[in-house]
């Protein structure tokens, strides 16, 4: 079983909205809560990209072009990290994953099958 498991994608009109989750079912809490945990999209024919990231302390980053419309957030109760996606732009289409970063932010576990995503009318 995966470290990490994303849900939630769909296809969804432009100006629609979607949350997706990430499950960490392997982890004990003490190992989860301490992470500093991100979300990663690519679409075709492009590399793949940070989103959002969310610290233990949940501060937050988000690349420019979804700041204001995205929003990570984080239940460490649940292992779990989410991704509120709004008024979304067929440019948001891509397969989404979710991992934690190193002190270095780099992708600390093998990735995960993501979520696809896709806006269109």
């Known amino acids: 079983q995966a470290q990490l498991v994303e849900s939630g994608g769909g296809l969804v009109q432009p100006g629609g909205s979607l949350r997706l989750s990430c499950i960490a079912p392997r982890m004990i809490f003490s190992v989860f809560s301490p992470l500093l945990m991100a979300w990663y999209r690519q679409a075709p024919g492009k590399e793949r990209e940070l989103v959002a990231s969310?610290?233990?302390?949940?501060?937050?980053h988000y690349e420019e072009s979804v700041r204001g419309r995205f929003t990570i957030s984080r239940d460490n109760s649940r292992k779990t990290v989410y991704l509120q996606m709004s008024n979304m732009e067929p440019e948001d289409t891509a397969v989404y994953y979710c991992?934690?970063?190193?002190?270095?932010?780099?992708?600390?576990?093998?990735w995960g099958q993501g979520t696809q995503v896709t806006v269109a009318s």
């Open positions: 991992n934690a970063l190193t002190n270095t932010n780099q992708p600390s576990y093998s």
């Open positions: 969310i610290t233990p302390g949940r501060s937050t």
